[in-house]
């Protein structure tokens, strides 16, 4: 049977069928068609700052190395030895020119070639041949510091991929001192779940109000007029003007800017109170003045959901990775960022603000991702039930203005409209109907 007709019915209109999210054999055809067949994001330029410099992580469930080489360009080679398979690296990240397999000492430059084997004389081959070197994903591209790869020799440039998603992603950076951030250390962790359950409630409003309702009562405990974090989905959210936007190939956006002040300070007076912030805050003020709210604006969360499939958001001041494991695990990783004040605009206070922003940690991920997580948990569970056999993800389908298709072509509705779950779950199905120009480099 073509996957064309397999998965023809497993997307409808205003549903998607359980086993796109319980089905094994459907999670080894995403590992091909999805983490194989677009560009997926890999690292960051700031974990890679020199030569030789590198880091482990996985393409789907590839086991990979990224790295800088010795002549600067930016690689992602397969962790796994050409001889017996054996992964050559096993550190998180480094430095370093070649790599040993421990296994049996086959030893690789950084840029895959191999280097030599123990007792060359045993073997008849000519290992000048590159199918002993190291696999390595043929195209890799940075964005603006971030890193991707796609196996798929047909694909698009990346600056097309991520089209019409590149105009927020250069705002988010645009804002920060020098146009750019470097990524701090991460929260890691896993939950029970599809890795789809993830992107699906990565651009979702409407749960916020319910699945958060600890962390919007803690942020605001101390507050007289409850308008800390995300208390703007209070009352009316379809009334607010912050919106949900869909890009095109699975990207999409929920932009809570609107529903702030366009004004220095704005930002700040909404973070949530955490320990440990008012040292800092009390510091900047009384060594930058009037200049003051643009730190500490910049110390707050910017009040976005950057979405670009399969396995990146950008959200707040943190990154978010989501790395499949299983059809029902799935590892979620948040890197902090830090401002880079090369210019000195922050007069010396470039650290306290950053400071700010690992404190801004304990709104989310600490509290909120354990929510998401929970919920993610609790869908595969009832996903078991293999007899009511739909999800549904229909709010705002049919009700006439409610979603309007702009001028570019993007999709634009309320902040609680599930238009950009319909609109990548049809992305999904072309992909997995489609066939990836699988190749390697080598």
């Keep these: ?18 086993s796109i999210y319980t089905d094994p054999l459907i999670f080894e055809l995403e590992m091909t068609h999805i ?11 700031s974990q890679l700052p020199r030569p030789d410099d590198y880091l482990t992580g996985k393409l789907g469930l590839r086991p990979i190395i990224v790295v800088r080489d010795s002549s600067g360009k ?43 084997v123990p007792w060359p004389e045993g073997y008849a081959c000519d290992f000048a041949e590159g199918k002993y070197n190291l696999a390595q994903v043929p195209r890799v591209e940075s964005y603006r510091g971030f ?32 146009s750019r951030v470097v990524l701090a250390e991460a929260n890691r962790l896993k939950f029970k ?51 949900v936007q869909y890009f095109g190939r699975g990207h999409h956006f929920k932009d809570k800017r609107p529903n702030i002040e366009r004004r220095p300070g704005a930002l700040w007076e909404i973070e949530g109170a955490q320990p440990g ?5 009390k510091l900047i003020r009384e060594r930058l003045g009037a200049k003051a709210l643009r730190a500490l604006d910049l110390a707050a969360s910017e009040p976005v959901n950057i979405n670009i499939f399969p396995n990146l958001s950008i959200l707040g001041n943190h990154i978010q990775v989501f790395q499949p494991l299983a059809v029902d695990e799935t590892e979620s990783v948040w890197y902090a960022t830090a401002i880079v004040d090369e210019s000195n605009e922050l007069e010396g206070m470039a650290d306290a603000v950053n400071a700010i922003r690992m404190r801004t940690q304990e709104s989310f991920p600490n509290f909120g991702e354990v929510d998401d997580a929970a919920n993610f948990e609790e869908i595969q569970k009832g996903l078991a039930a293999c007899e009511d056999e739909w999800v549904y993800m229909h709010r705002g389908l049919g009700i006439p203005g409610r979603v309007q298709r702009l001028a570019d072509g993007t ?18 199905q072309r992909l997995m109907t489609a066939r990836p120009n699988i190749q390697l480099a080598r």
């Design 1 to 18: 049977m073509s996957t064309s007709i397999f998965f023809e019915h497993l997307v409808q209109e205003d549903r998607v069928h359980r």
């Design 35 to 45: 983490f194989g067949g677009v560009w997926c994001y890999l690292a960051h330029e």
């Design 74 to 116: 930016l690689r992602a080679l397969f962790n796994r030895c050409t001889h017996r398979g054996a992964r050559v690296c096993r550190e998180t990240r480094g430095s370093a020119r070649t790599f040993q397999c421990p296994y049996h000492g086959w030893t690789y430059f950084n840029t895959g070639k191999l280097r030599g």
């Design 147 to 178: 890193i991707f790869g796609t196996l798929n020799a047909d694909a698009p440039p990346l600056s097309d991929y991520l089209g019409a998603a590149k105009r927020p992603i250069d705002e988010w950076l645009d804002r920060n001192p020098g």
């Design 193 to 243: 779940g599809n890795w789809k359950l993830a992107y699906d409630n990565a651009a979702d409003g409407y749960h916020v109000l319910f699945s958060h309702r600890s962390l919007l009562e803690t942020e605001n405990r101390h507050a007289a007029d409850p308008t800390k974090g995300m208390s703007f989905y209070m009352g009316k959210p379809d009334e607010a003007p912050m919106y």
């Design 277 to 281: 912030m008012a040292a800092y805050e």
């Design 411 to 428: 999709l634009k509705a309320p902040a609680t409209d599930e238009v950009f779950m319909r609109e990548h779950m049809k992305e999904w």
